[in-house]
């Protein structure tokens, strides 16, 4: 079992570093939208009435969710490709552990995510963000479960869906809306109630919350506690890998 996740984990890392493509389209989209929007709405943006904080500084949480957010999807995409070229296949057939499947690809993902956002934190001194070195283990360990969460999310839709065209369409209508509603773009405090109803049950929002709250050594504002955010995205990437697990045993592969 584990030379099997070991082998799946390797083999998205390797793909991965042989296209540079995907490394720019994964990083450098989020970081032009945080220094043009940053960058354009930090004369008009107050995240709290009783202290001025600039857009730039808000928005770098959520900029940083939004790299674990494509890394996700560019990584997922592969268990489509991996079917219709018959790698799947020919791994279901093996003697191995059906959930080794899910651990390996979502690993490979979870991997490629952190690796990611670990480089754009060395713009963190721009947005006055810059984590002590006491807080970074708990930064890691907060990225590594909201990616693992999002990978296997992204590893069940793909499982289920037969085309890169229509993973793309779902991923775009469902994770895209998630993170503008996270609290990654504007606070919950300003928005409509039934926009913060929304907010409260999206696991994005705790995952938003807690690299905010650590970022800020510990000072969360209006959102979820760091502990709540913790326990929360705990649940969720334990909930996608049962989802993932349940979908291998139950989804055939053409």
């Known amino acids: 079992m584990l030379a099997a996740i070991y082998t799946l984990w390797i083999r998205d890392i390797v793909r991965f570093c042989r296209q540079r493509s995907r490394i720019i389209g994964a990083l450098g989209t989020p970081v032009v939208f945080w220094i043009l929007l940053g960058s354009g709405l930090r004369s008009s943006f107050r995240a709290d009435t009783n202290a001025q904080v600039d857009y730039l500084e808000y928005f770098y949480p959520g900029t940083l ?73 708990t930064l890691a360990l907060v990225l590594t479960l909201f990616a693992f969460g999002l990978t296997g999310l992204g590893f069940v839709l793909a499982w289920w869906l037969d085309s890169t065209q229509g993973f793309h369409a779902v991923m775009n209508l469902l994770l895209v809306p998630m993170w503008l509603l996270s609290g990654a773009v504007f606070p919950a405090s300003g928005a409509s109630k039934w926009i913060q109803n929304i907010m409260v049950v999206n696991p994005m929002t705790y995952g938003v919350s807690a690299v905010r709250s650590v970022l800020a050594e510990g000072a ?25 697990a349940i979908s291998v045993r139950t989804k055939k592969l053409n």
């Open 220 to 244: 969360s504002g209006t959102g979820p506690s760091l502990a709540t955010s913790l326990l929360v995205l705990t649940a969720f990437a334990t909930a996608m890998l049962v989802a993932g």
């Open 65 to 137: 969710v939004l790299i674990i957010l494509f890394t996700a999807i560019f990584s997922t995409i592969s268990v489509i490709e991996d079917r219709q070229a018959g790698f799947l296949q020919g791994v279901l057939v093996a003697p191995i552990p059906r959930i080794s499947i899910v651990i390996g690809k979502t690993l490979g993902g979870t991997t490629l995510a952190c690796g990611q956002a670990g480089l754009f934190l060395l713009l963190a001194p721009l947005a006055n963000a810059s984590p002590s070195w006491n807080t970074l283990p």
